[in-house]
């Protein structure tokens, strides 16, 4: 009868050690998972943000179809585009990037 006692104290005990350490890994994950996941895909999407509100006229872009060209205009929520002579686009803001290679170029001058 002590021995049954016993047992039944021993294996609750575990079943407890078993929970704390399933809720340890699960947080465990999930800090990982954010520091290696979500907290640089956040802090690019800043980073890109900020680089779309300082662009202005005479900037060169890219969109993200792969159009080249130069802001004409810059409006609230979209950039007129040449792309050509006498051909201009609008695009939205968020489908622009800073033309990395014209940056590239300008930093060996």
Do not use: C, H
């Not at 409006?75 to 968020?94: H, Y």
């Amino acid at each position: 009868m002590l021995n049954l006692i016993f047992l039944q104290a021993t294996e609750g005990a575990a079943q407890q050690g078993s929970q704390w350490s399933f809720w340890i890994m699960m947080i465990l994950i999930f800090v990982v998972f954010y520091f290696f996941m979500i907290r640089p895909q956040t802090k690019k999407q800043k980073e890109l943000q900020k680089q779309r509100e300082s662009m202005k006229k005479g900037d060169k872009v890219v969109t993200a179809g792969g159009i080249y060209g130069e802001i004409k205009e810059v409006q609230e929520n979209a950039f007129i585009i040449t792309i050509a002579k006498d051909v201009t686009i609008k695009v939205s803001k968020e489908s622009v990037f800073a033309d990395a290679s014209d940056a590239a170029s300008a930093e060996q001058k």
